[in-house]
């Protein structure tokens, strides 16, 4: 493919402190810059970085060079020697194909093809929505490599139209080489706004414009859940973004949803997405407010739903906000117990990867107690199989299924 010009690459030789080096030992894929004590010429975005073995000299990985972030080399490649070229882009997303495989045996044709570091293509994301696939890249390593890593792509994924997003990070950096975020760098896009398909359900995203690459995938396990549990149910779905849990909810027979966002855009949606199925008979309202206050609000409205499910955004950006994280998950999982009827289901996500799963869980549930309810533990899922998990940073999402009592 001929998106960008040829951009030529060279290749770097470094060695790492002791701490950095047993990190990658363990295939962990950042080289942050100060951990690097000798390289022997300066690098320029996504030449192909070799790191050596302080004291034998041996070959430990290989990966890319980004001048512009503090992790400073992204690995893609550890143990033996190897060689990065097209043979080995094309393998690893082949690889990245197979595990999706079977995923797209079901009534899925939305997926996430390549998962950054957990695919071993770190800041590189791949998205599928029906025919259209969005490549979103949060690193300049990546555009060396693009013509070819677009072709690989297009052929494994059998797409007709790529979209190219790019990070706002990228956006706010030098040279992109007239590549915009947004841009049709494959095919044809007729409508930004695109229609796939869930477990059987519909739904559209915004490739152009929509949050990420346009949907949040990752939950599409959960939502499926949602949907098997909802049968005559009412359910309210907090933090609804586009309504993927309240679509599925309705889909699955429930009687009455309501989504609570604090975006009237993403309800817009989320209305949208409603229309497009067949919904068997349940009625859907919306609420546009801010969770935390649209919640009380219920409670002391005396209002009980039979199924209520809360997935907030990452509230833990950064490592100082942890505190304040946490804080939010504890305020949520009370204000959510109180809403659920006697015997109902109380759906608790949080997608902070640093909130590790076991302080998030343990959180959830010491809140649930402490409105005076107990509950059982019905399910504790993970990712879904297009988002694998290769090293600590890589999980993020974790969803408890609670019945309270
Ligand atoms: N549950 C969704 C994804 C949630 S994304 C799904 O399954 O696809 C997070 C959503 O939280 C966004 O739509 C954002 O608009 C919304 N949001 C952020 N802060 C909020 C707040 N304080 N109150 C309510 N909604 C909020």
Not at 282 to 302: P, W, Y
Request: proline share 3%; aromatic share 10%; glycine share 6%.
């Amino acid at each position: 493919m001929n998106i960008i010009p040829n951009i030529p690459i060279k290749t770097i030789a470094i060695k790492l402190k002791p701490s950095a080096e047993k990190m990658v030992k363990r295939r962990h894929p950042w080289i942050f810059e100060d951990s690097i004590i000798k390289q022997n010429k300066e690098g320029n975005a996504g030449d192909l970085v070799v790191v050596y073995d302080n004291k034998k000299n041996n070959f430990l990985a290989c990966g890319l060079y980004d001048p512009y972030s503090p992790i400073r080399v992204k690995l893609l490649h550890y143990g033996k020697p190897t060689k990065i070229n097209e043979g080995w882009f094309e393998e690893t997303i082949f690889k990245a194909y197979k595990l999706r495989i079977p995923l797209l045996d079901t009534d899925t044709n939305s997926y996430r093809l390549v998962f950054g570091e957990n695919d071993y293509l770190p800041g590189c994301i791949v998205d599928v929505y029906n025919q259209v696939l969005v490549i979103k890249l949060y690193s300049q390593i990546w555009f060396p490599y693009l013509n070819y890593i677009v072709e690989y792509l297009v052929a494994i994924s059998g797409c007709s139209t790529v979209v190219l997003r790019l990070s706002r990070l990228l956006q706010s950096k030098g040279v992109l080489y007239d590549l915009k975020d947004g841009q049709v760098i494959f095919g044809i896009l007729e409508d930004e706004v695109v229609v796939f398909r869930e477990h059987g359900v519909l739904f559209s995203a915004n490739v152009i414009k929509g949050h990420k690459t346009g949907y949040f995938l990752d939950h599409r396990h959960n939502r499926k859940r949602v949907g098997e549990l909802s049968q005559e149910k009412t359910v309210l779905d907090v933090f609804s973004y586009a309504g993927g849990f309240s679509v599925h909810a309705l889909a699955g027979g429930a009687k009455e949803v309501v989504s609570l966002d604090i975006s009237k855009q993403a309800l817009d949606m989320a209305k949208e997405n409603v229309n497009l199925n067949r919904i068997p008979y349940g009625k859907h309202k919306v609420i546009v407010a801010d969770a935390f206050e649209g919640l009380q609000n219920m409670i002391n409205a005396k209002k009980k739903f039979d199924i209520v499910v809360i997935d907030p955004p990452s509230f833990a950006k950064r490592e100082n906000e942890i505190d304040k994280a946490k804080n939010c998950y504890a305020r949520l999982a009370r204000l959510g117990a109180q809403l659920v009827v006697h015997n109902g289901l109380l759906i608790l996500a949080s997608c902070s990867s640093r909130v590790v799963k076991e302080d998030f869980f343990k959180i959830s549930e010491d809140n649930i107690l402490d409105t005076g309810k107990t509950f059982k533990v019905l399910e504790k899922t993970t990712h879904d199989i297009d988002h694998p998990i290769n090293f600590a940073e890589g999980a993020y999402l974790k969803c408890g299924y609670y019945r309270v009592f």
